[in-house]
């Protein structure tokens, strides 16, 4: 059963909103990529990319083999890229599939390679080079290596080359301009070797700081979703609806631990989601929620499934009535960049925890209207 007392609202207008800007942004020759990686970061993987699909968009990156072969049992079927490493017993999962591994290690690539020997078949496949990021990818230094596997294994086609910034969003570091360099070393070696190599290397915030890292195609996750520049605008709201609404004496504390106590007779209104929805313990008395276009604070400590709101400045609210927990209303807006900085996280860690927080319910719009399940697939 659907929550019909707390949800999400995705709008998938705004989605398409930001998907051309990056467009115009990065201009016609470069791909992009959308990173669909844990569930469409809370938005729903499905969802959003069999729309983007129907928007023509013929890539998609995941983190891992699970979340590929969702979207291949939906119905996607452009390319879809696994960034991150995975064991060697997926590689027929891999292959049965047609998903594109990132690889990051000789020992995968050797396996590969073995692997589509001995099925007789030809398969694509992507390097990832750590330039800098220090996480996936091979150091430059074992290139030479991965080229002789490669030419061990003439089914394995090389097709792509990829790096990750570690800073992209600072403009300034020069750490960026150093992961750059590395990349360029990379690829001028594949190019002198006559491969005709894709590469793609930039993430949001390379989309809006760094041109020059567009290269044949781009991989956006966050802008998609509507941060990373003014320009975006949220595709993810949170909602609920007031359970109870009382008033409490003087002196009353709020919560466990009574972190907040009421300094007068106080009108508090209980909103049905906690830290169990993605909703922070963090928030606890520092976050605001928007009711009938008026700003509310939370007092006391948010709990797993529901926290408090002080209204006494408006008498007028009443059970039933809807909260804007993550969202706009006229002039006002909590987003997740706020969000986060209450928290001391970014926002990306407050879309995905509210996206993996099973209980809310989910809702798609487009144009203003509500779709439906079936519309939706
Ligand atoms: C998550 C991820 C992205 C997307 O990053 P954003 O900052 O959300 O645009 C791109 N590339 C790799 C390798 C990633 O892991």
Known sequence: MLNKLAWKEIDLSSLFHNFSILKDKVGKNVEIIPVVKADAYGHGARVISKFLAGKGVKNFA???IEEGIELRNHGIEGR????????LDSIPYLVNYNLIPVVSSLEFLSALGKYVLSKNIEFPFHL?????????GLMLEDLDKA???IEKYPSLKLEGLSSHLSSSEDKFDIYNEKQGEIFERAYNKLKKLGYNIFCHFANTGAIFNFPKFYYHGVRPGIAL?????????????VKARITLIKEVPKDWGIGYNHTYITRSPTLIAIIPMGYADGYRRDFSNRACVIIKNKLFPVIGRVSMDQFVVDISSDPSIKIGDLVIIL?????????????SSLANTIPYEILTAFGMAKRLGC????EEKILSEVTLY
């Open 363 to 366: 809702i798609y719009k487009y």
């Open 225 to 237: 979703y509507g941060y990373g520049d003014d320009n975006l605008i949220p595709v993810m709201s």
């Open 327 to 339: 969202g706009r209303s006229g002039d006002l807006s909590i987003d997740a960049e706020k969000l």
């Open 128 to 136: 990832g080079i750590d330039t800098g990021m220090g996480r996936e």
């Open 62 to 64: 995941v983190a891992i």
């Open 80 to 87: 879809i890229l696994v960034l991150s490493p995975q064991f």
């Open 147 to 149: 080229l002789k596997i």
